[in-house]
């Protein structure tokens, strides 16, 4: 029993099955993000005025971040035209350099992230309200550094609103509410932190694909080029893709 | 070919380079399109059985409010402990039952009987392809399945018991009900969501990429159309709910407030949340999938309908082209009609005229397939046998399900009809004595195919009759329950709308023949379940019992799936095939017998 098209494709469709299953299974993810966007600007008009915040991320970052992913977009093609091209070590160099790519983009989302659950609005017992990173944290008191400070109600961290210091340290007899900049914190980190982890999840799964594709699994360059040649044009679509949904996360979440 | 059984020896030579799978690769990690359709269709029927069974526990606190349980109670004590202490159903474990009694009987029971087992089945072999397109996907597929199913399962048990706040799991109630039954429901789930997410992908692929040669989109049979449209509606609107789970998540994982909005109040006191969120956007989301889903229930259904009619009345379906538009039609515009869920929240008129709008167009469609079938009724020779029986019990009970439904449609009657007996009486028309009718049909009609033998066809017709019967008497005194005022959800049955009557029938109080219902209707669901005996002993007693076919093609029908051996084995077809002519060349004129299967050219 041999199932037919699974390399060559359909006279009159065009595709071989896994491109047609993969294009079909990038239009469901359409549909997770296009919810998930949705849900953004639902929640972004329905927000009473002045409350989303804007600021919050570090636009440089984003941008650097931006870049990789792009550069990774144009490598992933780069190396599947090499293997149409005959030319298997220009392909494990670009494929290489997608994959480089790929975790220096992780790491830099998740020093991100890692910079968001160390930012802390701590409400004082008098009013006020000091926002900045956690140094130390004991019994008695903790360090703040960067540390801006204003009125309960007057503004938020990234409105540069208020008095500026570069450390702080509060008693904890003074504290009413400490939180961090995590999810929870308000909607616009929810909705933040949601669509960048689902997004980062696929950047890993799809860096695992590429992986094994450059590494155990390009054996099959030997034994089948036409179906291996196949199976890295399907991992850059939906390599595409998440650099795609990036193009469209940046703005949104950074800029907007 | 029609008059003789090849059996599967036959193919054998064909095949002699395959060594035979060990007995976990041939039933268990399958990935042979048929046993995973077999797979899905004995796992989902076990679900409608368990389903069925949660109902029938409810159906007794509706007519008995705070009465012990007869027989089940004493097992639910000890199964479930508090939740059921005497033997007397708790609120808690009456909506605990109402949510997974939904939950269960559509996404574990209906769509993956309906689209998953008779799909895996049945398409490939109405295309003459040799197995799906991605087989191991296929496998991944009702292994996802049944990881969701276990953790739904597995949720009845935690402590807290499982999900309370309905199939629908509105927020802030879903998040707010102090159990993590809904965090085990959210990523059950996920991981059914997975499972038809890779299903539709594999079947749209397969009904593209491997039809036979000769096999025009318009050679097609129907239910490959209903299929493939279904498909679609999985692969489309599944996605939007699994953001909304991923969101229902972090809500009560991470404590975000995507669906809690400010100043949230849960039992009495401001709830720690930081708020700014909209409930709302949960019933966008899950009415965005959870209006293409009721066409995910129903069209498998008309496509098995369609099929069997075409094969007892002996003649083409009437209107074949207006099927498969009219299909194409309902696929689209189901995805333009989910706020009809929500006029009572608020929603301005512009809004509420165009999901009238649309909604009143959506039906339009259905009609035109309802029209179709029956109209090719007319002057056919029609045999009348258990699958038929089904089928033309399915057409007036959809019928009754669908034209009830328009006055939930218009936002002026929904307003009055909403969150009351009458909308429970009016999905499960559509879907019950409907959809579940279609499928039965399908069960005897192709069980011959499966498994060599035909089921009883007395007991088959006892199975209709009595089901038949016991349906309508269940939903029609719902649909007066209804109007009268009855809501749904409730634990007692509407005991306490009754203490709240001032006098007797007077306007918004709840007359006692309208309370008196809930026995006779509790009476008729049980005696339902025991019409159920015959058919459960009927399909396990027939794989080694029932009577032999004498023919691959013992209904003498013209689609491929009976040009294979009987049962088809791995690979499918003993010699490719290639298709002449369209899918229900019945009684064509001037052949040798009164069909023309696809794969022969008609003189």
């Known amino acids: 029993m041999e199932i037919p098209y699974v390399v060559q494709p359909r006279p009159d469709t065009g595709l071989y099955n896994a491109k047609l299953g993969i294009w079909l299974f990038l239009a469901s993810e359409v549909m997770l993000f296009g919810a998930l966007f949705s849900s953004y600007i639902l929640l972004r008009i329905g927000a009473a005025p002045g409350a989303w915040p804007h600021g919050l991320l570090n636009i440089p970052i984003g941008t650097v971040n931006t870049l990789v992913l792009i550069t990774s977009s144009i490598t992933v093609v780069m190396a599947w035209a090499s293997l149409k091209l005959n030319q298997f070590n220009r392909f494990k160099m670009f494929q290489g350099i997608t994959l480089v790519c790929a975790m220096l983009f992780v790491c830099i989302k998740s020093y991100e992230y890692y910079d968001k659950f160390t930012h802390y609005e701590v409400i004082m017992t008098d009013g006020m309200v000091a926002d900045g990173h956690l140094v130390e944290k004991s019994d008695t008191h903790i360090t703040l550094k960067h540390v801006a400070v204003f009125h309960e109600g007057e503004g938020t961290a990234g409105d540069h609103h208020g008095e500026h210091r570069e450390e702080m340290r509060i008693e904890a007899a003074q504290i009413r509410k400490m939180e961090n900049y995590g999810p929870w914190h308000n909607t616009y980190l929810a909705i933040y932190f949601t669509l960048t982890a689902l997004h980062a999840l696929h950047v890993i799964g799809g860096a695992a694909v590429i992986a094994y594709l450059w590494g155990p699994g390009s054996r099959m360059w030997k034994t089948d080029p036409e179906r291996f040649t196949n199976r890295i044009e399907i991992s850059g679509l939906f390599w595409h893709f998440v650099d795609l949904v990036w193009i469209f996360l940046f703005p949104v979440l950074y800029l907007l | ?603």
């Open chain 2, 1 to 603: 070919m029609q008059s003789t059984t090849s059996q599967t020896g036959h193919t054998e030579a064909h095949d002699a380079h395959h060594e035979e799978p060990g007995f976990w690769r041939a039933y268990v990690f399958s990935t042979d399109h048929k046993v995973i359709g077999i797979q899905y269709g004995v796992t989902s029927l076990i679900f409608l059985l368990f389903g069925f069974f949660l109902m029938m526990m409810m159906r007794w606190q509706i007519a008995y409010p705070g009465h012990p349980i007869p027989v089940m109670g004493p097992i639910l004590e000890k199964v479930l402990g508090d939740v059921a202490s005497g033997g007397v159903m708790s609120s808690d474990l009456y909506n605990s039952f109402g949510a997974m009694h939904g939950t269960i009987m559509v996404f574990l029971a209906v769509v993956p009987l309906a689209f998953a087992a008779f799909g895996n089945y049945v398409v490939p072999l109405q295309i003459g392809a040799v197995d799906m397109a991605f087989p191991r996907i296929n496998m991944v597929s009702y292994q996802c399945f049944v990881v969701g199913g276990v953790v739904m399962m597995v949720s009845f048990f935690i402590p807290g018991g499982a999900a309370q706040a309905g199939w629908t799991s509105y927020s802030p109630l879903a998040t707010s009900i102090p159990t993590d039954g809904q965090t085990f429901w959210i990523l059950g789930m996920v991981f059914l969501i997975t499972s038809s997410l890779l299903g539709a992908v594999n079947f749209i692929a397969t009904i593209i990429q491997l039809r036979a040669p000769g096999m025009t989109w318009m050679r097609l049979p129907f239910f490959v159309w209903a299929q493939f449209v279904t498909a679609f509606l999985l692969l489309l609107a599944f996605p939007p709910l699994e953001a909304a789970a991923v969101m229902q998540l972090m809500d009560k994982v991470a404590h975000t407030s995507f669906f809690l909005p400010t100043g949230l109040a849960i039992g009495g006191n401001l709830a720690n949340v930081s708020g700014g969120g909209s409930p709302l956007l949960w019933q966008h989301l899950f009415w965005f999938l959870g209006h293409p889903e009721v066409y995910v229930l129903i069209l498998p259904a008309l496509g098995i309908v369609a099929e069997v009619v075409a094969n007892n009345t002996r003649k083409p379906l009437w209107g074949y082209k207006s099927l498969v538009y009219a299909s194409l039609a309902i696929g689209f515009l189901s995805f333009i009609v989910w706020a009809h869920h929500m006029y009572l929240t608020g929603m301005g008129t512009a809004i509420s005229t165009f999901f009238q709008t649309t909604t009143m167009i959506i039906s339009i469609p259905s009609v035109v397939i309802l029209t179709c079938l029956l109209i090719s009724l007319w002057g056919g020779s029609i045999r009348i046998n258990t699958p038929m029986l089904f089928a033309l019990g399915f057409l007036p009970m959809f019928g009754i399900g669908g034209l009830t439904g328009l006055p939930l449609g218009l936002n002026y009657s929904d307003i009055h009809l909403h969150d009351t007996y009458y909308v429970i009486a009016h999905f499960h028309y559509v879907v019950a004595p409907g959809t579940i009718f279609g499928l039965m049909a399908g069960i005897y009609y192709w069980y011959p195919k499966a498994t060599g033998r035909f089921m009883s066809e007395f007991w088959g017709k006892v199975h209709f009759w009595t089901s038949l019967v016991f349906m309508n008497l269940i939903f029609q005194p719902m649909f007066a329950q209804g109007m009268a005022g009855m809501l749904r959800r409730m634990v007692d049955g509407g005991v306490n709308y009754s203490l709240a009557k001032v006098g007797n029938d007077a306007i918004g109080g709840l007359s006692d023949t309208m309370i008196g219902m809930n026995v006779g209707i509790s009476h008729a669901a049980w005696l339902l379940g025991v019409s159920q005996i015959p058919f459960i002993i009927n399909f396990f007693w027939s794989i080694t019992h029932g009577k032999k076919v004498t023919s691959d093609n013992p209904w003498d029908a013209t689609t491929l799936e009976w040009q294979t051996p009987t049962p088809p084995p791995h690979g499918n077809f003993a010699t490719a095939m290639k298709v002449y002519h369209g899918p229900y060349e019945y009684s064509a004129p001037g052949q040798s017998k009164d069909f023309a299967p696809q794969n022969e050219p008609m003189r």
